[in-house]
């Protein structure tokens, strides 16, 4: 098999695992700090998944143009070889938005620790009564 | 016709809130200093208002197909994109309008909350956050307004953080709705991956072709409709919603109930319509199975409850089933050739949509001004305090009025509409769900009632005897919303021209 192929499969199919793996991990984690860590985990797959989308194998350039002017030829050519740079923009923003949405989430975790004095979820339950 | 316009222009109520909410944490600090209650809130009104007057030259867009501006250099379908239509100016200015009236009423409401400047900044990115959602021109734009919005609502849900109800609801909240946020992503991601473009205009014009992948499209399709549907509470995605509602401050509960829900259920109008043709894609059967599940199973959560707020996020959850129902029969009509049927029920859901927004806000307004006063929000607790509290009494009287659907009344019109859609498609399929949605109509009207029956008509209880009527900077916006409820059901044709125009834009009619 080529190794491309194979390359590319190997990696949509293990991300496709690790994204259900943390699906689990968030419904069914134990501790808040362990679901906080599944949907960083969610998030981070999902935009490795994107970027995988967007990837070419090959000989490739990052995806900048050389030149200020670009003639018709010099797109041409930057469009064959040069990584897509939508699916990288995405993840870029996705990335910064996880990450007030991580900070956020584990100042609530803090919070409810304070509160409670613990992050297990069946604990919090029960002092709830 | 599609007319280009300069970008700033469109563009101009989005950066008046976007300055005003860097500032109003400047105020406050001033507001600190000197003491001075009330003054971020003032401020926060009156960015409101202005946004307001910006987009008041919007409805020009209204006379041609719309409104496309793009950043210089980059058109689409390379660069961002700005469209504004028909279905973005009815969004807009009802975000703006039911904003500004929440903004007035927390002036008064959150007075003794500490960190206010936080609040009304939130508050204020919120709003900007759900007109970017209504304008955008692609997903990439729709995307980083959605986590605008998102982001905002979710520490407004937790805004009072000393206390263990909204941490939780807050936690909760944020991590479903994160979840939805990167299914909607993948879903973009995909659509990208297949279609190379990320522009509605494009993208519709890529799968409208018979040769595309169902399988592809159908994927897509699913993950961009869970996405979003966390947000609009559809259930199974509803759980979120019943813990945040009661556990946010009630102005932050209407803004939620009123309108954050609203904004996900245009994003699946807009993405679902523009991109999938009901013609090759076969969802209309999807919403509206999804409707009448989401409708049953929110009523009978619904009747259970005696948290007055919690109450009235389970009927959020019910009109969100409404809603949905309206766009499926739009696209089951197409589908079959009913155009007329189709059609009326993208209207119905739009005016929907509409009184719902209206009602619901009003609600939780005026729920909010009983809490204040009775200090419980146990139902039976407030027995008889729409008597004690006049103005506050009325206004809750006509929302659940106009939410069961009584003439002459907002929601009597769009609940019309949505039914009488349902059955002109014709057959047994739509007839069936149709009966369903009938009883469910008549199934919540029975709690609205028994709540108006508790609330305002019985004498008054222990708690309502020591209330009395809240100030005059609360009342305002509850009777401007109730103003609104009545002149809507007396006189709706101009909004049915609307959203008429936004059918006619946003269907691929014949």
């Known amino acids: 098999m080529n190794f491309e192929i194979f390359l590319q499969l190997y990696g949509y199919l293990a991300l496709m695992v690790i994204m259900v793996i943390s699906l689990y991990g968030i419904v069914r984690g134990a501790s808040l700090i362990k679901k906080l860590i599944a949907l960083t985990i969610f998030g981070d797959t999902a935009n490795a998944l994107i970027i995988f989308l967007g990837f070419k194998f090959g000989e490739i350039y990052p995806p900048v143009l050389p030149t200020l002017k670009p003639t018709l030829e010099d797109i041409a050519w930057f469009v064959s070889t040069a990584v897509d740079p939508v699916p990288q923009c995405l993840v870029i923003t996705a990335v910064v938005i996880n990450m007030a949405i991580t900070m956020f989430l584990a100042f609530l975790v803090i919070q409810i620790y304070r509160l409670y004095g613990t992050t297990m979820v069946k604990k919090i339950a029960k002092l709830k009564g | ?510």
């Open chain 2, 1 to 510: 016709m599609v007319i280009e316009v300069d970008l700033v222009t469109v563009l101009r109520p989005l950066i008046a809130l976007i300055t005003f909410s860097v500032v109003a944490p400047l105020l406050g600090y001033i507001e600190g200093k000197l003491k001075l209650k009330r003054l971020t809130g003032a401020f926060a009104t009156l960015g409101l208002l202005i946004a307001l007057l910006l987009s008041i030259d919007m409805p020009k867009a209204l006379l041609t197909e719309g409104a496309v501006a793009s950043l210089s250099g980059f058109g689409p379908p390379l660069g961002v994109e700005i469209r504004v239509d028909a279905l973005s100016i009815f969004m807009v200015l009802l975000f703006l309008g039911l904003g500004l009236l929440v903004s007035l009423y927390s002036i008064k409401y959150m007075e003794h909350d500490t960190g206010l400047d936080r609040y009304y900044t939130m508050l204020l990115l919120l709003v900007a956050g759900m007109i970017g959602v209504a304008i955008a021109g692609d997903f990439f734009t729709l995307f980083v307004f959605w986590e605008l919005m998102s982001v905002s609502s979710y520490s407004l849900v937790a805004f009072r953080k000393y206390r263990w109800e909204p941490i939780e609801a807050g936690f909760k909240y944020l991590v479903m709705s994160s979840l939805g946020s990167l299914m909607a992503l993948l879903g973009m991601a995909l659509l990208y991956g297949y279609a190379g473009t990320l522009n509605f205009h494009a993208l519709s014009m890529i799968f409208s072709t018979s040769s595309v992948d169902p399988f592809y499209g159908y994927i897509t399709l699913t993950l961009i409709f869970v996405g979003f549907g966390v947000t609009a509470s559809i259930v199974p995605f509803h759980t979120w919603l019943p813990d945040a509602h009661p556990a946010a401050p009630s102005p932050i509960s209407a803004m939620l109930s009123g309108l954050v829900i609203k904004a996900a259920i245009y994003a699946i109008a807009r993405s679902a319509y523009t991109i999938f043709n009901p013609l090759i894609f076969n969802y209309g059967v999807l919403f509206t199975v999804f409707a009448v599940v989401t409708t049953t199973v929110a009523n009978i959560m619904a009747l259970l409850q005696r948290d007055v707020k919690r109450l009235l996020a389970f009927s959020s959850t019910v009109n969100i089933g409404f809603i949905l129902f309206g766009l499926g029969v739009a696209a089951y009509g197409l589908r079959i050739g009913a155009i007329a049927a189709s059609l009326m029920g993208f209207i119905g859901a739009l005016m929907h949509l509409l009184s719902h927004a209206i009602g619901k806000g009003l609600l939780f307004l005026a729920a909010g001004s009983f809490i204040t006063r009775a200090k419980t929000r146990n139902i039976y607790d407030l027995q008889g305090i729409g008597r004690a509290m006049p103005w506050t009494g009325a206004s809750f009287s006509i929302g659940l009025l106009s939410l069961s659907g009584a003439p002459p009344l907002a929601g009597f019109v769009s609940k019309l509409l949505l039914l009488m859609s349902g059955y002109s498609v014709g057959d047994a399929f739509m007839n069936v769900v149709t009966s369903l949605m009938l009883v469910n109509s008549v199934f919540a009207a029975a709690y609205y009632l028994r709540l108006l029956q508790v609330c305002v008509i019985r004498p008054k209880g222990i708690r309502a005897e020591t209330s009395k009527e809240v100030s005059a900077l609360i009342v305002v916006p509850l009777v401007l919303l109730m103003i609104a409820l009545v002149a809507i059901g007396c006189y709706p044709w101009p909004l049915i021209e609307v959203a008429q125009k936004a059918a006619s834009i946003l269907l691929p009619l014949p």
